[in-house]
């Protein structure tokens, strides 16, 4: 395996929780992009998408991004948009290895209800219609971009997938 892993994949698939567990059983380092962010901007994503706008935080998250993929064993979990640029995802696999983690949209969509504080997905009249066409947006970037992938779905628990990925 190269020197980091890079957790990438859809809103409400789980990277944070994931990442976060898998860095204690690899005795590895952990960010997640997102809580990066909040920390330097002082600003909770959410925030920033509702003062600055999704243009604003898509430059910060390129910034950081930028930062974040200097690091070394790392474990790095990313927002589900960091994929969306080629730029983004091209710095952080140079120095890892890209894990998808590929959810289906029944589990997305059973996760992102139950608390949604997604500004992408707040708001929106149909929730699983916006789901499907996002991700349908991504999917081609996740799969171009991974190394190898973990399937998830609403039956699967987060060693099964910390397993999985330690023996990759
Ligand atoms: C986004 C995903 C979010 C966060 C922001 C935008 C996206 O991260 O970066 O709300 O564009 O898919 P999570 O995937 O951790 O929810």
Same mark, same amino acid.
């Given at each position: 395996?190269?020197?980091?892993?890079?957790?990438?994949?859809?809103?409400?698939?789980?990277?944070?929780? +994931?990442?976060?567990?898998?860095?204690?059983?690899?005795?590895?380092?952990?960010? #997640?992009? #997102?809580?990066?962010?909040?920390?330097?901007?002082?600003?909770?994503?959410?925030?920033?998408?509702?003062?600055?706008?999704?243009? /604003?935080?898509?430059?910060?998250?390129?910034?950081?991004?930028?930062?974040?993929?200097?690091?070394?064993?790392?474990?790095?979990?990313?927002?589900?948009?960091? +994929?969306?640029? @080629?730029?983004?995802?091209?710095?952080?696999?140079?120095?890892?290895? +890209?894990? /998808?983690? #590929?959810?289906?949209?029944?589990?997305?969509?059973?996760? +992102?209800?139950?608390?949604?504080?997604?500004?992408?997905?707040? !708001?929106?009249?149909?929730?699983?219609?916006?789901?499907?066409?996002?991700?349908?947006?991504?999917? !081609?970037?996740?799969?171009? /971009?991974? @190394?190898?992938?973990? /399937?998830? #779905?609403?039956?699967?628990?987060?060693? @099964?997938?910390?397993?999985?990925?330690?023996?990759?």
């Amino acid at each position: 395996m190269k020197q980091n892993l890079i957790l990438i994949g859809f809103m409400g698939s789980g990277k944070s929780t +994931v990442g976060r567990e898998l860095a204690k059983v690899l005795e590895m380092n952990f960010v #997640d992009t #997102d809580h990066y962010i909040e920390n330097k901007e002082k600003m909770k994503i959410k925030e920033i998408f509702s003062l600055k706008g999704e243009k /604003y935080f898509r430059e910060i998250e390129a910034k950081y991004v930028k930062e974040i993929s200097k690091m070394n064993n790392t474990v790095i979990s990313t927002g589900g948009g960091v +994929v969306a640029s @080629d730029t983004n995802i091209m710095l952080l696999k140079k120095r890892g290895f +890209v894990i /998808y983690l #590929d959810c289906t949209v029944e589990c997305i969509y059973k996760r +992102v209800s139950r608390r949604n504080t997604r500004p992408l997905l707040n !708001d929106v009249k149909d929730l699983h219609s916006r789901i499907v066409e996002l991700l349908n947006e991504r999917v !081609d970037n996740y799969k171009k /971009y991974m @190394d190898d992938k973990v /399937y998830i #779905d609403s039956n699967t628990n987060i060693w @099964d997938t910390v397993d999985k990925i330690k023996k990759m």
